[in-house]
């Protein structure tokens, strides 16, 4: 099994930066793709950005320009991070970190964290 512990929310102004941070533990050697997902309130959780096992990245179409996907450099780690710069009232949400067993970044997510909370002030 796998498990995901995001950090890093918090409130921010519009305009402003956040870094969540992921942190894999378990049976990472299974961890394929990586993926942050969100939900705001009243909404469906909707794809954000993410990256595959061979660091392919792929963005929603509303945070391209504004949001960088990364991963950490030593694989043992499996540490997952997501760069939100130019924030906007509209990226409010739960930020869901999440992997997948498959390796592509359209790969279907087999594990989920509990979520950290974002909220942009206007």
């Known amino acids: 099994q796998v498990q995901l512990v995001e950090s890093g929310g918090g409130l921010v102004q519009a305009g402003g930066s956040l870094r969540l941070s992921c942190a894999a533990s378990g049976k990472i050697a299974d961890i394929g793709a990586m993926g942050w997902y969100r939900q705001a309130p009243g909404k469906e959780r909707e794809f954000v950005a993410a990256?595959?096992?061979?660091?392919?990245?792929?963005?929603a179409d509303s945070v391209k320009g504004r949001f960088t996907i990364s991963k950490d450099k030593d694989k043992t780690k499996k540490m997952l991070y997501l760069q939100m710069n130019t924030l906007e009232p509209e990226d409010t949400a739960v930020y869901y970190c999440?992997?997948?067993?498959?390796?592509?970044?359209?790969?279907?997510?087999?594990?989920w964290g509990q979520g950290t909370q974002v909220t942009v002030s206007s």
């Open positions: 990256v595959s096992s061979g660091g392919s990245t792929n963005y």
């Open positions: 999440a992997a997948s067993r498959a390796t592509v970044t359209t790969s279907r997510m087999n594990y």
